[in-house]
């Protein structure tokens, strides 16, 4: 329940759970609802359409991009035709509500609600199927998993506390022999929470991602068999002057490098075979992208530094 004033959100929110006992979250960030969607199973949001930071509808249309199965309702008390006609043809809204009308809210919820439950049912199973094995459950495959979407959200993305400081210059110049090895990894960001989520024990890990890497290069034509682990050496001679404010003397030069990965959004369905009912898991993944950033810091002798990014490296 999105409202940019948190109070009126709550109040909706407390008049959804009690008439319809379903568990409802009221927020007015949207950053934290974005994260909401991506860490709680959300089947419907109600969003506030004019709201400071972003519209209720330019903020739907990040939340599809996290979990396109979320069905969305229109709360307004000045929307346009025009505003009103984009929600329900272009993004689908499943209805619009003025806040006059607001009794009505627990009847559009059950509605946009069951139209969540029957597209998740009648999903397409033309998907990569990820079959987990499940050693809580009597030793049966009683789980299946499937990846229902695959969205890459970032070519070059480099984890912070991933840079490592390759040499450190404090002399006029230095040659020294570089090596740069590339594996190809997949990193999921749910790793903690996976023995929870996916109720299984981290031995499935290994398959798990080997079945996500699969699924997402083949949907990106990235190659998976073939340079999967590669290494370069050569030798790289570093000058201190270089590249530094001509006003200012360097007193050391600190040469840093990091892994490169791709992000990628999936949403994943996971269902049980014995009772039917699903759930829909958004995971982030990172893919090795086989390349590394590099940067310079340089140090001066008036106490200031200036750091250049000095591009990527790759085999």
């Not at 912070?160 to 230095?174: A, F, G, H, N, S």
């Not at 990193?187 to 290994?206: A, N």
Request: a negative charge; proline letters at 3%; charged letters at 30%.
């Amino acid at each position: 329940m999105v409202d940019d004033n948190l109070e009126a959100a709550k109040s909706f929110a407390e008049l959804i759970e009690a008439s319809l006992q379903i568990h409802t979250l009221p927020e007015s960030d949207p950053e934290e609802v974005l994260d909401m969607v991506r860490n709680e199973n959300i089947k419907v949001v109600v969003l506030d359409q004019r709201m400071p930071k972003i519209s209720g509808t330019e903020l739907y249309k990040k939340i599809t991009y996290i979990n396109p199965f979320v069905k969305a309702i229109m709360l307004t008390g000045e929307a346009d035709r025009k505003e009103v006609a984009e929600a329900i043809n272009t993004l689908k809204y499943v209805g619009f509500l003025e806040k006059s009308e607001i009794d009505s809210l627990q009847s559009k919820v059950i509605i946009a609600y069951a139209k969540y439950e029957e597209e998740v049912f009648r999903d397409s199973m033309q998907k990569k199927h990820l079959w987990v094995f499940n050693p809580f459950k009597n030793r049966f495959f009683t789980i299946r998993y499937d990846i229902c979407s695959i969205k890459q959200v970032n070519k070059h993305y480099i984890f912070p506390d991933r840079w490592q400081t390759r040499l450190v210059l404090d002399c006029e110049e230095k040659e020294e022999e570089e090596t740069i090895e590339f594996e190809n990894e997949i990193i999921i960001s749910s790793d903690i929470e996976l023995k929870d989520t996916f109720s299984s024990t981290y031995d499935i890990l290994p398959s798990f991602k080997t079945s996500i890497d699969t699924a997402i290069s083949q949907k990106y034509g990235l190659k998976t068999k073939v340079n999967r682990k590669k290494k370069r050496v050569e030798k790289k001679k570093y000058v201190l002057q270089d590249n530094t404010e001509s006003d200012k003397t360097p007193e050391k030069k600190v040469y840093e490098h990091a892994p490169v990965y791709m992000e990628f959004q999936l949403l994943v369905k996971k269902t049980c075979r014995i009772c039917g009912q699903c759930e829909m898991i958004p995971v982030t993944v990172y893919k090795s992208a086989m390349k590394e950033a590099t940067r310079v810091t340089i140090y001066y002798n008036d106490s200031t530094s200036n750091t250049i990014d000095t591009g990527d490296v790759s085999v």
